[in-house]
T-cell receptor, first 113, second 112 residues
């Protein structure tokens, strides 16, 4: 596996609480991504980063924010968690955009009650 | 929005048989990638095929791409129990800023 870790791996939280998920890489790849995976939807991109402090929105970014203060860390924050954000969250990295595969972390299962 | 759509949604085969799954997409692409996901794990990249390529092989995997029909297929030959997984196609296009756009996946079960 590529050097990608996610923490926590599992989390249960209550509606309205803030939650931060962390992705850490040891590959020094420029691009980092956050996806969510829900049954019947495949993976959908939430936010991505193309460098330190450089981020952009994906197709399902509402309710999420991200930060990247170091090359190796990409944080996903749910400011006020809702039940619709119950999902499995995956971080991915890639060296570049065109013609490059992405390497995925093991995922974080988040349940919002 | 999802660019790729896999067919079938689920596939059950006997060990040793071949498994074929298809992916259709809507807009012009730069490349198409196939990923595998074992239960409870992250996705693993299998093959990348560029828009100017028609066929690519990797071990027991064969991928074809028909840009005129906007479709791709993944063939797994001589399947093994370890091939039991979900398989996703993902398209990359300039119009989507080279971001991966995933389909909903095909779940393959290989029976011993």
């Amino acid at each position: 596996d590529a050097g990608i870790t996610q923490s926590p791996r599992h989390k249960v939280t209550e509606t309205g609480t803030p939650v931060t998920l962390r992705c850490h890489q040891t590959e020094n790849h420029r691009y980092m991504y956050w996806y969510r995976q829900d049954p019947g939807h495949g993976l959908r991109l939430i936010h991505y980063s193309y460098g330190v402090k450089d981020t952009d929105k994906g197709e399902v970014s509402d309710g999420y924010s991200v930060s990247r203060s170091k090359t190796e860390d990409f944080l996903l924050t749910l400011e006020s968690a809702t039940s619709s954000q119950t999902s499995v969250y995956f971080c991915a990295i890639s060296e570049n955009r065109e013609l490059y595969e992405q390497y995925f972390g093991p995922g974080t299962r988040l349940t919002v009650t | 929005s999802q660019q790729g759509e896999e067919d079938p949604q689920a596939l059950s085969i006997q060990e040793g048989e071949n498994a074929t799954m298809n992916c259709s997409y809507k807009t012009s692409i730069n490349n198409l990638q196939w990923y595998r996901q074992n239960s409870g794990r992250g996705l693993v990249h299998l093959i990348l095929i560029r828009s100017n390529e028609r066929e690519k092989h990797s071990g027991r995997l064969r991928v074809t791409l028909d840009t005129s029909k906007k479709s791709s297929s993944l063939l797994i030959t001589a399947s093994r129990a370890a091939d039991t997984a979900s398989y996703f196609c993902a398209t990359v296009s300039r119009s989507n800023d080279y971001k991966l756009s995933f389909g909903a996946g095909t779940t393959v079960t290989v029976r011993a």
